[in-house]
Nanobody, 120 residues
């Protein structure tokens, strides 16, 4: 496996969770998507290797993506969680074009997903 997530769970609204993604390999673009039942896979955040992440408006100011090159890991710190954040979260990686398009079809590599459930 190229990407392996962990860290999902259940939390009350206003709480926090941190997702981790073990990365096996070097990629030009890495990020996170989420998918709620009955909805399309939604871009959350991504960054070109070595650059600052960009975020979807729905999570800006609440979520923070970071990378640890020594541990070969990617993290998503999620604060002030809302019930609307409930979804399966996926770590994703691909070539540079993915960080421009934010389209899930441009990300070639995916983790297995980890569930985040936020209750009101």
């Amino acid at each position: 496996a190229q990407l392996v997530e962990s860290g999902g769970g259940s939390v009350q609204a206003g709480g926090s969770l941190r997702l981790s993604c073990a990365v096996f390999g070097r990629f030009d673009c890495m990020g996170w998507f989420r998918q709620a039942p009955g909805s399309e896979r939604e871009w959350v955040t991504s960054f070109h290797d070595g650059e600052q992440p960009t975020y979807a408006d729905s999570v800006k100011g609440r979520f923070t993506s970071s990378q640890d090159n020594i541990k070969n890991a990617l993290y998503l710190q999620m604060n002030s969680l809302k019930p609307d954040d409930t979804a399966m979260y996926y770590c994703a990686a691909g070539g540079s074009v993915a960080c421009f398009s934010h389209r899930f079809i441009d990300f070639a590599y995916w983790g297995q997903g980890t569930q985040v459930t936020v209750s009101s």
